[in-house]
C-alpha cells in the first residue's frame, strides 16, 4: 500500500511539474489527490506546513483551501473557521467562480463540524450562488453542498426543505450522468418521508430505489435498502415479503460478518428481527434477539427497542410482572430521548437565536459604514459642485447679460409684426364664426326639410300626425306654449301602442336620461323638426343641436353631426 501511494504520488507530482506553474508542483500534486487519495493530500499538505509560511499569500490561500478540502474529504473535523473565511474573503475578491463557490463550501463544512448549522446553511447558500449549472465541475460541486444541506435540514427537523435540496441533488446528478449518486440522493430521501411520519412515501420510494440499484447492478446497496422495507412490512402484518427481504439483506448486503452478526452501528435491526418472531408467534426466537439488542446495546435507541421487543413479547405470554418491568424501562428510555431530543431544540433555537443576533448586528455595522461612506460622498459632491456652479455662474454671468440685452432689442423688433398680426387674425375669425353660423343655419334647414320628407314618406308617422293629442302638440307649437303633461303622457301612449319596440329602448334608456333629453327622443323619433322641438322643449335651436350629438355619443358611442342621431333613432324598429 505504501508502494502504490508513493508511485502515485510521483507521477502526479511529474505530470503537473510539465504542465503547471501557476502554484507549486506540491500545492497541484495535492489538488489531485484530493479527489482519490485525500489522506495522502493531507498527509502531503502537513509536510508542506512550515514551506508554506513565506510563500505569497496567494499561495498562503490556496494551500488553506486545499488543507480544508482534504480534511473534509477525509473525515477529519475542522474546528475552526477564521483561516476559511480569510480564504473565502481573499476568493471572493481575487479568485475565479470555481474558486469562490468551493471556498465558500469548506467554510460552511468548516461551520458544520463546529456545530454551527445556520452559518453552515449560509456559507453553502453563498457557495449555490456563484455556481455556474452548465459548468461540470460547479455541477460536482453542488451535489456535495445540496448533500450537505439536506443533512443539515434533516437535522434541524426540516424534512421539506430537506426533500427540495435530494430532488436538486438528484436533478444534478442525472446532468453529470452519476446514475449511482442520482439513486444514492434517492434513497436518502427515505430519511425525510419518515420525520414526516408518510410510511406510504417511504415504502414506495425503498422499493423503487432498491429496484435502480438493481437496474445499475448494485446489489449490496439494493440489499441494503431492505432493512427499512423490513421494518415496515413487519409493522403492517406483510410477514412473507418481510421474511424474503430478510434473506436479501442478511445474505447479499454485506453488513454481516462470517457469524452472521451485523455490523455495530446497525444493531437495532434485532429489534425489526425480533418482532418478525414475534408476530409469528416464535417468542423463543423474538426473545433471542431482543435480548441481543439488550446486551449489545450501543445506543439508546438500541435500548428503547430492546425494552419495547421485550415488553411487547411478555405482553403476549401473559406475563404481567415481567412486562410491567419492562414498560417501566421502555417508559423511562422514552422520556430520556425526549430529554435529549428537548436540550437539542433548544441548543438548536440557541444557535439559531445567536446567529440572526450576530446577522442583525453585521448588518447594523454595515449600514452604518454604508450611512457614513453615503454622507461623506455627499458632502464631497457637494463641495464639488458648489465649486463647478460658482466658476461657471461667474464666467458666463456676462454673457447671459449680454444675451438678455440682445433677446430683448429682439423681441421689441417684433412686438409691432405681432402686433399686427393678431389683428389679421381677430378678423379672420370673426369671418370664420359668421360662415359656420350660416353653415349651421343651412344644415339645420335641411335637416328640418330631411324630416318633413321622411314624415310624408313614413307610413307610421302619417297615421300618428292624425292623431288627436299630436294635432295638439302641432297647436301649441303654432301658439308658442308647452304642452301639458297629461299630453305628452298621451303621446308616450301612442309611441307605445304604435311603436312599441321603440318604447321599450326607450324605457331602457329613462334612467340614464334627463327629462328634455327623454322629450326630445320622443319627438325625433316622430320626425319632429328640430325647430318645432326647440318650440315644444322652450329652448333655443343651437340647445336641441348640442343634445342631439350628445346623445349621439352617449347612446349609440359615435361622434358625429346632429343629423346621424336623427337618423338613427327614425331607424329603429
Known sequence: MRKAIFLTLLSVLALFACTDRRYPTTLVAADSLCAVNPDSALHLLTQYKDSIQTASKAHRMYYHLLLADAMNKA???????????????????????????????????AYRDMGEAPMALQCYQDAV??????????????????SQMAELYHLQDLPTNEIECRLTNQRYALKLKDTLRYVRSFELMLKAYYLMGDTDKVISHAEKARYLYHVHRA?????????????????????VEARQLMDEFENVSGLFDSRGHI?????????????YYLQQHIPDSAEYYFRWLQHESRSLNDTIGACKGLMDLYQQLGIADSSVRY???????????????????????????????????????????????????????????????????????????QEAIAEYQHNLCTLDTMTEETQQLKQHEEEYKTLIEKKEKEINALEQKIGEYQRLHNPLSKVIEKHPVYLRFKGNVAKGSMPSVSEWQQLLHIIEEHLPEFYGCLEQWKPFLTE??????????????????????????????????????????????????????????
Open 516 to 573: 328634455k333629453e327623454y322629450k326630445l327622443c320622443i319627438l325625433v323619433r316622430l320626425h319632429v323638426p328640430p325647430s318645432s322641438i326647440a318650440a315644444l322643449l322652450q329652448v333655443v335651436p343651437s340647445y336641441v343641436n348640442k343634445l342631439r350629438i350628445k346623445l349621439l355619443k352617449e347612446l349609440f358611442n359615435i361622434e358625429g353631426r346632429a343629423s346621424e342621431f336623427d337618423q338613427r333613432i327614425q331607424r329603429m324598429f
Open 263 to 275: 455490523m455495530k452501528g446497525r444493531e437495532i435491526y434485532y429489534y425489526i428481527k425480533g418482532e
Open 75 to 109: 473525515y477529519v473535523d475542522m474546528t475552526t473557521d477564521s483561516i476559511l473565511k480569510e480564504v473565502a474573503d481573499y476568493y471572493d475578491r481575487h479568485g475565479s467562480a470555481n474558486e469562490q463557490m468551493r471556498a465558500h463550501y469548506l467554510l460552511g463544512c
Open 219 to 239: 446489489p449490496e446497496k439494493a440489499a441494503a435498502v431492505c432493512n427499512i422495507l423490513i421494518d415496515l412490512y413487519v409493522n403492517r402484518g406483510r410477514l
Open 327 to 401: 414498560s417501566q424501562l421502555y417508559a423511562k428510555a422514552l422520556d430520556r430521548q425526549s430529554h435529549i431530543r428537548q436540550t437539542e431544540t433548544v441548543h438548536r433555537m440557541s444557535q439559531l437565536y445567536d446567529y440572526q443576533r450576530s446577522q442583525k448586528m453585521a448588518a447594523a455595522e454595515k449600514r452604518s459604514a454604508d450611512r457614513a461612506k453615503f454622507m461623506l460622498a455627499i458632502v464631497l459632491a457637494g463641495v464639488i459642485l458648489c465649486l463647478i456652479w460658482f466658476i461657471r455662474y461667474r464666467n458666463n454671468e456676462q454673457k447671459r447679460k
Open 129 to 146: 450562488d456563484k455556481a455556474d449549472t452548465t459548468n461540470h465541475e460547479h455541477l460536482r460541486i453542488l451535489l456535495n453542498v445540496y
